[in-house]
């Protein structure tokens, strides 16, 4: 109690102190009890013996070291969770817990390629005085080759300058470069 104020010992340590157990088993139970105030469901399953204290641990190691947004993934399998932690041994479902969250995480890399692929978009303006302003966004790949591209023909194989920018192109190197590439 007096942690959450941020005075005296971790949640741990007084579990540890106050209930006769082993200090990892203090960080276990608190692991275990932040777990079940994400989930209604297990506490009471729990509580009525229909899963055991293995079963949350599971739980609580699946979905460690998940963001937020992952986590409240996971989470809303809640009841697809209970049925299979009922029906199956703490080692199994740890197992299930597993493969469903590297599926989250596969199916969230999926939607950021996609959302990216999407977003990619490239503005052209010419100026009063001639000159052109470009701008674009592109996926991760697309933009690597494009940048590539531009390395390569355009700026002599001159590196970038600190800030990304490409040096100044010399127009004659860079007509030759392009006649030379259809030769």
Not at 31 to 59: I, N, P, W, Y
Not at 81 to 86: I, R, V
Not at 95 to 116: F, I
Request: with cysteine.
């Amino acid at each position: 109690m007096l942690k959450i104020s941020g005075m005296g010992m971790p949640a741990a340590d007084e579990l540890s102190r106050n209930q006769g157990c082993s200090a990892a088993e203090g960080r276990k139970r608190e692991r275990r009890s932040k777990t079940l105030g994400k989930t209604s469901q297990f506490g009471d399953a729990l509580a009525d013996g229909s899963v055991t204290a293995e079963h949350v641990d599971a739980l609580a190691n699946a979905t460690a070291r998940l963001d937020e947004s992952l986590a409240e993934q996971f989470f809303g399998h809640e009841s697809d969770l209970l049925a299979k932690a009922t029906a199956s041994t703490p080692e199994q479902f740890s197992r299930h817990c597993r493969n469903l969250v590297t599926k989250l995480e596969r199916d969230e890399r999926l939607a950021r390629n996609e959302r990216q692929r999407r977003d990619t978009c490239l503005t052209r303006k010419i100026d009063r005085d001639g000159m052109y302003t470009i701008h674009g966004r592109f996926h991760p790949e697309l933009g690597e080759r494009i940048w590539k591209a531009i390395h390569d023909r355009g700026a002599g194989g001159q590196e970038p300058t600190e800030s990304g920018a490409m040096p100044h192109f010399d127009e004659q190197d860079t007509a030759d470069r392009s006649e030379g590439a259809g030769q």
